[in-house]
């Protein structure tokens, strides 16, 4: 008779422990909504949809500094195939550069020099226009702060390892 008492004790403890209590939720302890942010204005959103196309031209750019880097410690060929690579998108990044943003003008003014020079010595021009892609994605994120947008965190930047 005692262990059905102390049976059935354990049985009530446990089904009260997973009931929930409606007074642990107080107007006070949630937090106010968040106010949405203010839509862009008309000259940001022009930038915004010229920087959509500009970004396919980064990304060309971006794909061919990938190849060199990865053909870096193979034989010699593999380089090669990776700077024609490289100096083709250089040459189709320009075209979806300039109709998006002028204003990424030193990237633009440097796709000249990375096509004539990517297939000829790829190691070189691979630093130079990282350099110039570096102050890229730094601008990048300084305007997307200022006008209240999130701002994405660079990848190779999250999965280094210290």
Known sequence: ?????????FAAISL??????????????????LT????????????????KTATR????????????????GRDAAAQ??????LSGLCGSSRAFMKRG?????????YTTTCEDSATVAPGATVLGLGKRMKNYDAALRDFRLAIGLPV???TAKATRRP
């Not at 949405?36 to 920087?51: I, M, V």
């Not at 031209?57 to 870096?72: E, F, N, P, S």
């Open 16 to 33: 009260r422990a997973q009931t929930p209590i409606s007074d642990s939720t107080r107007a006070e302890s949630t937090p106010p909504p």
């Open 36 to 51: 949405p942010p203010l839509p862009p204005s008309p000259e940001q959103k022009r930038f915004l949809d010229g920087l």
């Open 57 to 72: 031209g980064i990304a060309q750019l971006k794909d061919g500094l990938g190849r060199v880097t990865r053909a870096g």
């Open 80 to 85: 090669r195939r990776a700077g024609r690579m």
């Open 1 to 9: 008779m005692r262990c059905l008492a102390v049976l059935l004790c």
């Open 152 to 154: 994405k965190e660079d």
């Open 101 to 109: 943003r002028p204003q990424v003008d030193t990237l633009i003014k």
